[in-house]
């Protein structure tokens, strides 16, 4: 079955450094999306994508960051400058629509980052 | 998007039915309920949607009842790896964004 994959599965940098979370969603999906969960607390939107732009996005996604899909297959999500309450798990998911049966979004294993 | 309710916990044994329950009582008309479960630190595990009626697939049923305010997700034989947080999302139709509560911790006990 086709999946949603993330890489790397593990990142660590200082604070202050740009890290990119890379993300190849499932081949015939329109939609994109960035969620990230801070241990211990809930899974929280950051932002979606569709169509080479950002359709929506959540008080979290400020500045500091930004996505991309530079390609037909890749979809990233960018920190410029990290801080310490950066450090998450993110998780990148896909949708084939927005509505119906082909809208459930589906997510890949995410990226813990860590920032020292 | 509606908001949900849950029990923060329950538990079930290995090889009965676990019956998640979810009020939604301020559901709307095109809002649609999903079912997600995150086992561990993994990725949030797509399990069922429905809109009004009941559905089944190979993970689970979704029992939605005729009013809509309430629904049960029900996994017939629980396993062990069925242990997970499971949520119950209230999306509407054509919102680009899924919205998760604290969910139930479903416990699978041998």
């Known amino acids: 079955e086709p999946e949603v994959t993330q890489t790397p599965s593990h990142q660590v940098t200082q604070m202050g450094q740009e890290v990119i979370l890379r993300c190849v969603p499932i081949?015939?999906?329109?939609?994109f999306y960035w969620y990230r969960q801070i241990l211990g607390q809930k899974v929280e939107f950051l932002v979606s994508?569709?169509?080479?732009?950002?359709?929506?996005k959540s008080e979290i996604f400020d500045d500091q960051f930004s996505v991309e899909r530079p390609d037909g297959s890749n979809f990233t999500l960018k920190i410029r400058s990290t801080k310490l309450e950066d450090s998450a798990m993110y998780f990148c998911?896909?949708?084939?629509?927005?509505?119906?049966?082909?809208?459930?979004?589906?997510f890949g294993n995410g990226t813990r980052l860590t920032v020292t | 998007d509606a908001k949900t309710t849950q029990p923060p916990s329950m538990d079930c044994a290995e090889g009965r039915a676990a019956n998640l329950p979810c009020n939604h009582s301020?559901?709307?008309?095109?809002?649609?309920v999903y079912w997600y479960r995150q086992i561990h630190s993994q990725g949030p595990q797509y399990i069922i949607h429905?809109?009004?009626n009941n559905e089944t697939n190979e993970m689970a049923s979704l029992i939605i009842t005729e009013d809509r305010k309430s629904s049960t997700l029900i996994l017939p034989h629980a396993t062990l790896r069925d242990t997970a947080v499971y949520y119950c999302?209230?999306?509407?139709?054509?919102?680009?964004?899924?919205?998760f509560g604290s969910g139930t911790r479903l416990l699978v006990r041998p």
């Open positions: 301020t559901i709307s008309g095109n809002e649609y």
């Open positions: 999302i209230v999306r509407m139709d054509s919102s680009y964004k899924l919205i």
């Open positions: 994508f569709y169509n080479n732009e950002i359709s929506e």
């Open positions: 998911a896909s949708s084939e629509a927005l509505g119906g049966d082909n809208s459930p979004l589906h």
């Open positions: 081949s015939n999906h329109l939609y």
């Open positions: 429905g809109l009004k």
